[in-house]
């Protein structure tokens, strides 16, 4: 099976630090890169997306007075979680994983550069307003649908997919292409956000 021209394969931030022994692990993150490799034979649309940030990004925990990964603050946009560092600009842990066919990519986004703010979304940035450009360069290029695969399900696969929703696209997330972090319940939580928003669960 093939899939049409009008559909592209969004692959989400699948670098070291959110692969096994990275600074911001996903429980077996690595076990997923041969089934994506497999996919991307089936698309001649394909995406990557890059987690860059700086060392002084306000998302880190270590930026943050007397705070510690996974506590939260209020940004001046919203509820943010404080992470560890990771996927920090020039580092080994912001390279994409070894493993990954990264050949066949039309395009590589990277996302979370500007110290104020996060971004889990391949669209947007976590204000919610600051464009990534996928969505110009989906539009440009006639995509109509998108698969989601990646990491982590519960996040930057979750924001993306509710965002390609909402910008028109036909979403679909490939659900055993992609591994969730599980922070209090997120992984269900995003799981019925989905539902409830059109947004198509299937595995391939």
């Known amino acids: 099976m093939n899939f ?11 670098q070291n630090d959110f692969c096994a022994d990275g600074s911001l692990a996903v429980n077996e993150g690595d076990k997923i890169i041969n089934k994506i490799n497999s ?5 001649s649309s394909i995406v990557l997306t890059q987690d860059w940030h700086p060392l002084d990004h306000l998302s880190f925990a270590s930026n943050q007075n007397n705070k510690t990964p996974y506590e939260t603050v209020e940004m001046s946009y919203g509820v943010q979680v404080l992470w560890p560092n990771h996927c920090v600009q020039g580092t080994f842990g912001a390279e994409f994983h070894k493993d990954l066919d990264t050949s066949k990519a039309n395009m590589i986004i990277r996302k979370g550069y500007r110290k104020q703010i996060d971004s889990y979304s391949a669209f947007y940035e976590n ?39 909402n910008l028109g696209y036909e979403t679909y997330v490939i659900l055993n292409a992609t591994k969730a972090i599980e922070l209090d319940g997120s992984k269900n939580k995003s ?14």
């Open 191 to 204: 799981l019925k956000d989905m539902e409830i928003k059109n947004v198509n669960l299937i595995h391939l």
């Open 127 to 165: 204000d919610k307003k600051t464009l990534t450009g996928l969505d110009g360069f989906l539009k440009q290029n006639n995509i109509k649908k998108v698969y989601l695969c990646g990491l982590a399900l519960d996040f930057c696969v979750y924001y993306s997919a509710i965002d390609a929703t």
């Open 39 to 43: 996919l991307q034979t089936k698309f």
């Open 4 to 14: 049409e021209r009008d559909c592209s394969l969004i692959i989400i931030d699948l």
